[in-house]
C-alpha cells in the first residue's frame, strides 16, 4: 500500500513540477510590452545576442530560454539580418516566425543597395502594397528628421528622398502606411550618419550631407567590385577638384529612366541635368539609394592622379584606370578586345 501511495505522491510531484516549468518557460518567453517594437539584426549574430537583443527590448523575459526554445525547433541558424517591427502581443514561435521566414503578419522588403526609389516602388507592388502610394509617402510627406532640412530643394530633383532610403531588409506588420516604410528607411540612414566621425569627415571633405549621398550613390552604381569604391571615389573627386566633367554612364542611365545593356552616343547627349556628360558637377541629387561601403568610400576615397576608369570585359567587374586621355583611349581599346575575344568564345 505504501509504494502505491508512495508513486502517486511521485506522480503528483513530477505533475506540479512540470506544469510548473511549462508555466515558466512561457512566462520567460511572454512579452513585457504591449507597444510594438523596432529592432535591428545585424548579419553573423548569435541566436543567444538574439535572445539578449529581445530581453533588452522588453519582447521576452530571459534570453536563456529563447536559446533553448531556438535549439529545440531547429530555427538557431534561421533568423535573418534586417528590420524588424515585432507586432504587440506576439509570442515567441512568432516572434521566431518574424525572424526567420516572416509570418502572414508581416510585409519583408529587401532592398538591395543601389535600388532606386522607382525600385523600391516595384519591388513593393509585387507585395501588393500601392505604389503611387509609395512614391507620394517618399514625395510628399515630411518626416522629423533634421538632416532632410539639408537636402536640395533643386525642382529638377526626380526624387526628394532618393538616396535617403537606407538598403537592408525591412520588416513590419502588413497594411502599415508606406510612410512607415519610409520612415524606418529614413531612420536607418540617420544611425549611420549619427557615426563616429562622419560629421568630422564631411566637413574635412567640404561635403554637404546631400553631396555626400550623391556621390555615395554614384559610387554605388558605377562599382561592382566593392574593394574598388575608394578607387572611383578619387578618380571623381580628382574630375571634381579641377573642374573636369564627371562623365560617368550611371547618371546617363538614371537619366534616361532606364538601364540600359549598353550607352549609345546619342544616350550621352540626351538632355537632363543628371546627365553629367551635359554638366559640369554633380547631379542635383542621388541616382540610387548608396549602402554602408559606398557611404564609407565616399569620405574616404583613394589618394592617386587618376582621372579616368573603364571596365574590363573580362568578366571581373574590375577598372582600368589612367591619368591621361591617351592612356584612357589605350584603356578603351583593351576593353573592347576583351569584349570581342570573350563574344567569340562564346
Request: glycine fraction near 8%; aromatic fraction near 10%.
Amino acid at each position: 500500500m505504501k509504494w502505491i501511495l508512495r508513486l502517486v505522491f511521485t506522480l503528483v510531484l513530477f505533475t506540479a513540477f512540470s506544469a510548473l516549468g511549462y508555466w515558466y518557460i512561457g512566462y520567460s518567453l511572454s512579452s513585457k510590452t504591449d507597444r510594438p517594437v523596432k529592432m535591428e539584426v545585424l548579419p553573423g549574430t548569435s541566436i543567444f545576442d538574439v535572445g539578449k537583443l529581445l530581453e533588452e527590448k522588453q519582447l521576452i523575459r530571459d534570453d536563456l530560454f529563447f536559446a533553448v526554445y531556438a535549439y529545440l525547433n531547429g530555427q538557431v541558424k534561421g533568423v535573418k539580418a534586417g528590420m524588424y517591427e515585432i507586432p504587440p502581443g506576439s509570442d515567441a514561435a512568432e516572434i521566431m516566425a518574424i525572424l526567420t521566414e516572416g509570418s502572414p503578419r508581416v510585409l519583408r522588403l529587401t532592398v538591395p543597395e543601389g535600388t532606386t526609389v522607382e525600385g523600391i516602388a516595384d519591388r513593393l507592388e509585387t507585395k501588393g502594397v500601392d505604389r503611387e502610394a509609395f512614391l507620394q509617402a517618399v514625395d510628399r510627406k515630411e518626416y522629423p528628421y533634421a538632416f532632410l532640412k539639408e537636402i536640395s530643394r533643386d525642382k529638377q530633383r526626380r526624387h526628394r528622398l532618393e538616396g535617403y532610403l537606407y538598403p537592408t531588409t525591412y520588416n513590419l506588420p502588413k497594411g502599415s502606411d508606406p510612410d512607415k516604410l519610409v520612415g524606418a528607411m529614413l531612420q536607418q540612414f540617420q544611425n549611420r550618419l549619427q557615426k563616429p566621425g562622419v560629421r568630422e569627415k564631411l566637413k574635412e571633405r567640404g561635403l554637404t550631407v546631400d553631396e555626400w549621398v550623391t556621390l555615395a550613390s554614384i559610387l554605388e552604381r558605377e562599382g561592382r567590385v566593392r574593394d574598388e569604391l575608394p578607387r572611383i571615389a578619387g578618380v571623381i573627386y580628382n574630375r571634381l577638384r579641377i573642374g573636369k566633367k564627371l562623365q560617368v554612364d550611371a547618371t546617363v542611365q538614371y537619366a534616361l529612366g532606364e538601364q540600359k545593356s549598353r550607352l549609345y552616343f546619342k544616350d550621352l547627349k540626351v538632355k537632363s541635368p543628371y546627365n553629367t556628360y551635359q554638366i559640369k558637377g554633380l547631379p542635383p541629387g542621388a541616382i540610387a539609394n548608396p549602402g554602408k561601403k559606398a557611404l564609407n568610400a565616399a569620405l574616404n576615397p583613394e589618394k592617386h592622379p587618376y582621372l579616368f576608369y573603364v571596365t574590363r570585359k573580362d568578366g571581373s567587374g574590375l577598372h582600368y584606370f589612367a591619368r591621361t586621355d591617351r592612356e584612357h583611349q589605350q584603356n578603351i581599346k583593351k576593353s573592347k578586345r576583351q569584349a570581342a575575344k570573350t563574344s567569340g568564345d562564346r
